[in-house]
């Protein structure tokens, strides 16, 4: 297992090294003015930045700008970044960290604000963990930040302040926005986007909706995974009663199969490099080992013990990718391994049926670490389970297991 542990790292390595970045084209607006034609590593970032690395060509180093030096930036055909000087509530939305006030403290940031629709309204989006706040800006208006904020009220309750409401409805004024258009709008980015196309639309004012240019969606990929599993165990016996009795027992590697069907939740950000996998699993082990002891004024015996082991695993982890072309793709994963056996047992008994082992197995939570390579809908890949405990203690007598495991596993993505 150590070698097959050093094979996994060797080709996780080699993974990281090989693993090619993406720098599209794009440009950036430097404190003099003056446009920069270049390339831009997108990372499609789920926080907004405050730097990126840039080349002026393919075949030249990457340099890092940051948020002091560059007005804006952006991708041919896709976001756009502006830095703007704002003021930022920064209030939790948890509700044991909620603030008892509903008043909002706006402190002054710098910050890049991404630019989700740019006309004679614009609306920008700030995120960073949880924290999501949307600015506006019109033709009479700076861009400000529109104001919602969850506090704790008298009652120990959630309170809301819906200012914003109040903001939209004083910014754009326009024959075919009613009050009552606002009143149904929520703090998400879909009501507020469409509200702010809706008011360029009324005014005939030339607006770009840059988020119609985003690329990350969620998305579901159901993929069934058959495999061949490698798989060992070792008991070994412990009391503190004083016994001649071996009944220590180390099984040989078994080969066997698995049958997993994966749902793949790819998250919608870092341009779909990540994923969130649950992949309920069929396995089993099953195995006989011959042991010679001795017992009784060193009478020798013999005896079979029986591993009979299956289960339902199901492992909940994350995933990562990272694209060499538009087919194919590299990746690597890890898993909180659970289990839940099904009928099982390790048995043994002498000729004379005296029993020796008899144990039920229980086995418990373990890890998982893959690697591997999709191409188009096809996948392979190579994973190693930590050491899996699957015996328990009794009264005065206590068992040390050791169920270990190698798979290799191809995968056919449904849909």
Known sequence: MKKQFFVLLIFFTSYNCIAQVDFEKGYFINNEGQQINCLIKN???????TKFLYKLSKNEASTSANINGVREFGFSGGSKYIRENVGIDRSSSVFSNLSSSKK????????FLKVLVEGDASLFFFEEGSLRR?????KNLKV???????????????????EYKQQLFNSLKCQNISMSDIENIDYKKRDILNLI??????????????????????????????GITSSS?????????????????????EIGFRLGVEAEIIMPFNNNKWAIIIEPTY?????NKKLIYTQFNDNIFETTVKADYESIELPIGIRHYSYLNDNFKLFFNFSLIFDAPLSNSIYAERENSISLIDLEIKSRLNMGF??????????????MATRRELLGVKDIESWNSEYKSLQLIFGYTIF
Request: aromatic share 14%.
């Open 197 to 226: 196309i809706k008011y360029n639309e009324c005014k005939g004012s030339l607006y770009t909706s840059f988020a119609n240019n985003e690329k990350s969606k969620s998305l579901f990929n159901l993929n069934i995974r058959p």
């Open 144 to 162: 400000e930040q529109l104001i919602y904020k969850k506090y704790r009220n008298r009652d120990d309750k959630v309170g809301e302040n819906n």
């Open 283 to 287: 396995q089993y082990f099953k195995s």
């Open 104 to 111: 909002v403290i706006l402190n002054q940031e710098q910050l």
């Open 233 to 253: 165990l070792s008991i070994d016996y412990l009391s503190t009663q004083a016994s001649s009795v071996k009944r220590d027992t180390d099984f040989d590697t």
């Open 370 to 383: 893959g690697i591997g390579f999709r191409y188009k809908t096809y996948s392979l890949e190579a994973r």
């Open 134 to 138: 949307f600015f506006l800006k019109t």
């Open 43 to 49: 990372v499609d970032w789920k926080n907004n930045p």
